[in-house]
């Protein structure tokens, strides 16, 4: 069965950097487009970043450009979020998302918490 495990999130202070991972396990990984979303307390889900399946390709919300990488490893079915120049307004819960590259069915994993705080 699809399983999605993110780890990596914590509290860091503002200008601080963290690396999220996403552990996919139950398909064929190199097939599926990856996503980071986010969810902040109070406020709607939404799309932080995006890689295509074959990492050729990546999108990034306007409010992390710049501050946000996202990649991906083939070998260890892994998508990874880096994020430096934390701000306190990138507080959320983060979310890594697959969808196969064909179709629109939609997995998720479970989040992991990022408080950026002084």
């Known amino acids: 069965q699809v399983q999605l495990v993110e780890s990596g999130g914590g509290l860091v202070q503002p200008g601080g950097s963290l690396r999220l991972s996403c552990a996919a396990s139950?398909?064929?990984?190199?097939?599926?487009?990856m996503s980071w979303y986010r969810q902040a307390p109070g406020k709607e889900r939404e799309l932080v970043a995006t890689i295509t399946s074959t990492g050729g390709s990546t999108n990034y919300a306007d409010s992390v450009k710049g501050r946000f990488t996202v990649s991906r490893d083939s070998a260890k079915n892994t998508v990874y979020l880096q994020m430096n120049s934390l701000e306190p307004g990138d507080t959320a819960v983060y979310y890594c998302?697959?969808?196969?590259?064909?179709?629109?069915?939609?997995?998720w994993g479970r989040g992991t918490q990022v408080t950026v705080s002084s």
């Open positions: 139950g398909f064929t990984f190199s097939t599926y487009v």
């Open positions: 998302k697959a969808r196969p590259s064909w179709g629109l069915r939609e997995y």
